[in-house]
């Protein structure tokens, strides 16, 4: 009777099209997830998928300053840190990643946001900088003045799906499935900086400009 049952699995599982001759080891305890049955011989290497994409405006560096009448030169003015914005492709099991993914995920992200990001383990300053700017005030007053650096900012999260060989828990057999590794990454791009007015609106100006006006000019 014991035999019949393991005869009727055998079987079972071949008839689902898959092969069921490989070394016995247990799958892996940080495996995210197993999909649909694969073939190995036709499925190919690793496949990766860029799941969720995103990208904003990050202002690293910001300092606002007084502009007295009549002021217009180019002038050169100290900016404040305010955020590091790193890049970083890390899996969600939290594995070390292999040293080749990081490369391979960053710049399909990049496809999917229209950037060219930066490198896994870059990183924006991390000290004061400062900004060279020509201003102008045509005013009897004082003006307030933006002085920024920033980036465009990239985040999500992405999928790495193999063809493995997955056992039935418990037995030394089972068959091929696709095997599902989800992961996170995130990257800037395009630096930049500028100093803008506080006030004399936002038309012509672009998204980094903005936040450096939402977050240097007095309430």
């Not at 099991?93 to 040293?99: D, G, P, R």
């Not at 896994?120 to 650096?149: A, I, L, M």
């Not at 995130?186 to 630096?191: D, G, L, M, Q, T």
């Amino acid at each position: 009777m014991v035999h019949r049952i393991t005869r009727v699995l055998a079987l079972a599982v071949i008839t689902a099209g898959v092969l069921v001759s490989a070394p016995f080891t247990s799958p892996p305890a940080h495996a995210d997830g197993w999909g649909d049955a694969c073939n190995p011989n036709t499925y190919g290497g690793a496949r990766y998928r860029i799941v969720t994409a995103t990208k904003a405006p990050a202002i690293t560096h910001l300092s606002t300053y007084a502009i007295g009448p009549g002021v217009s030169r180019t002038i050169t003015k100290a900016v404040s840190k305010q955020l590091v914005i790193s890049a970083a492709v890390t899996y969600d099991s939290k594995v070390n990643v292999e040293a080749s993914l990081p490369a391979k995920i960053l710049v399909k992200a990049g496809a999917e946001v229209h950037l060219t990001l930066q490198a896994s383990g870059n990183h924006t300053s991390t000290s004061n900088s400062s900004v060279t700017e020509t201003v102008s005030n045509s005013t009897t007053r004082n003006v307030q003045y933006v002085f920024y650096k920033g980036v465009t900012k990239a985040s999500g999260s992405f999928q790495k799906r193999t063809c493995s060989y997955y056992y039935f828990p418990g037995k030394n057999y089972g068959y091929y499935r696709i095997r599902v590794k989800d992961g996170k990454w995130r990257s800037y791009a395009i630096p930049g900086s500028g100093a803008v007015r506080c006030g004399a609106g936002t038309t012509g100006l672009g998204t980094l400009a903005r936040s450096a006006l939402r977050l240097g000019c007095p309430a």
